[in-house]
């Protein structure tokens, strides 16, 4: 096996590792940082063996990515025809006559992953979510949704809020803490409950502050959140925040 009589009709770059093995990179790449998609082909026998030696996922961990069963699963859920590993392994192994398939299998597989990125990155989820929060206060509120708030906590820090409701008495102060993968992000959890318990500790009327939560109902830990964050504001459980602003803000 070599790289002429692989690659001769699709134009990928290769180098030929040893007698049996082949190094792989395409035109593709992973997202924005422009690092190529690569597999490695091995010639076992009769048999060829693909695979991109777990280098798609260790490219999404790089980028700050949580890599858990769950979203290997979603991965193998989007590409059925091939391995997937629990160490993040992408691989199949084909005969002699369908090796090209192979190759485009796993590259389509850790493609997927690329995409998967973006949803995956913890900023862009958090932003995603307090898009769609936002979206449901302009419609309720209209001009009394204020956006970007700056306000000083008891810490003297000055505090960014992504909202604050004119109501008729005070501002209602809201942060919205995201999940992440259908589970609670205690990352986002503690940094929604300083910011709500500074502004607690400043004085803050315990109707002016407000958790919007998104909810995670098949996680066992949506209860210890909600209990947390009760402590410093009111916490409203993101289906039903409609409601909430219809009934307490309007």
């Known amino acids: 096996m070599n790289c002429h009589s692989l690659l001769s009709?699709?134009?990928f770059e290769c180098m030929?590792?040893?007698?049996?093995?082949?190094?792989?990179?395409?035109?593709?790449?992973?997202?924005?940082?422009?690092?190529?998609?690569?597999?490695y082909v091995e010639k076992r026998g009769n048999?060829?063996?693909?695979t991109d030696n777990a280098e798609a996922l260790m490219h999404a961990s790089s980028m700050g990515i949580r890599i858990t069963d769950r979203r290997i699963d979603a991965v193998r859920r989007a590409v059925a025809d091939v391995n997937i590993s629990r160490g993040g392994t992408i691989s199949i192994t084909v005969d002699d006559s369908r090796v090209h398939e192979g190759v485009v299998a796993v590259l389509n597989a850790a493609l997927a992953v690329g995409h998967f990125e973006t949803a995956w990155a913890p900023r862009v989820r958090a932003d995603s979510f307090t898009?769609?929060?936002?979206?449901?206060?302009?419609?309720e509120l209209g001009e009394r949704l204020l956006?970007?708030?700056q306000v000083t906590g008891a810490s003297g820090h000055q505090l960014e809020l992504p909202f604050a409701i004119q109501s008729k008495a005070e501002l209602i102060y809201l942060q919205p803490v995201a999940a992440e993968d259908?589970?609670?992000?205690?990352?986002?959890?503690?940094?929604?409950f300083g910011k709500m318990t500074d502004l607690k500790n400043a004085g803050a009327e315990g109707g002016a502050r407000v958790v919007v939560l998104e909810d995670a109902p098949t996680d066992p830990e949506m209860t210890k959140a909600i209990s947390l964050l009760a402590m410093s504001?009111?916490?409203?459980?993101?289906?039903?925040?409609?409601?909430?602003?219809?009934?307490?803000?309007?």
């Not at 898009?131 to 419609?139: C, F, G, Q, R, S």
Request: hydrophobic share 40%; glycine share 6%.
């Open 131 to 139: 898009k769609v929060v936002a979206d449901i206060l302009e419609a």
């Open 233 to 250: 504001a009111t916490v409203v459980q993101f289906p039903k925040l409609r409601q909430w602003v219809q009934r307490h803000a309007a």
């Open 147 to 149: 956006r970007d708030v």
């Open 16 to 39: 030929s590792l040893d007698a049996e093995t082949l190094r792989i990179w395409s035109p593709f790449s992973y997202g924005s940082d422009g690092e190529h998609v690569g597999v």
């Open 47 to 50: 048999r060829v063996h693909v």
């Open 9 to 11: 009709d699709i134009g």
């Open 182 to 192: 259908d589970r609670v992000n205690w990352t986002n959890v503690y940094s929604g």
